[in-house]
């Protein structure tokens, strides 16, 4: 699965702050990418375990997706594995939902170990595409090309509701 990127900014326009996705192409320098967009007035975006919460919760819950697969900023095989077997529990049984969301809340508030990147996707039905993005911590998405547009200005929302 090939994924067009974004990278989340914060602007202003007419006397409002509004979040933004702008394309990223991983042949780009990242550094100059956002050297580039500071200089035009925007400030990025760094998505918190917090905001990665809110945008799950919102995808589960309103969109009837589901999380796939989650990595943590840092290396941990004991959490990563336990982290796995609820994501599998979820996929089969939507209440360990809450269980998965309690032990990244538990990760986020009480422990050092962050999210580093999110992968949500919808259930495969016959004759509809599959809608599948990540959300990466220093504010980058990927999302399929063909849900690109609409799923990047839901992200955008949420995002927005939740830091303004």
Do not use: P
């Amino acid at each position: 699965m090939t994924f067009k990127k974004a990278k989340l900014f914060r602007f202003k326009k007419d006397q409002n702050e509004r979040i933004t996705c702008i394309s990223y192409d991983d042949n780009e320098e990242y550094y100059s990418f956002l050297r580039e967009y500071r200089s035009k007035g925007y400030r990025q975006v760094i998505i918190t375990t917090e905001i990665m919460i809110k945008i799950i919760e919102t995808s589960v819950l309103n969109d009837n997706l589901f999380v796939y697969k989650i990595e943590l900023a840092e290396e941990d095989e004991e959490l990563e594995k336990e982290i796995d077997q609820l994501l599998t529990k979820t996929q089969h049984n939507s209440s360990y939902f809450a269980l998965l969301l309690e032990k990244i809340q538990f990760l986020s508030e009480r422990s050092s170990i962050d999210l580093f990147r999110v992968y949500v996707k919808n259930q495969y039905q016959e004759n509809t595409s599959c809608l599948n993005f990540f959300l990466q911590s220093n504010g980058i998405i990927g999302i399929d090309s063909e849900h690109f547009e609409n799923q990047s200005k839901k992200i955008c929302e949420i995002v927005e509701e939740y830091l303004f």
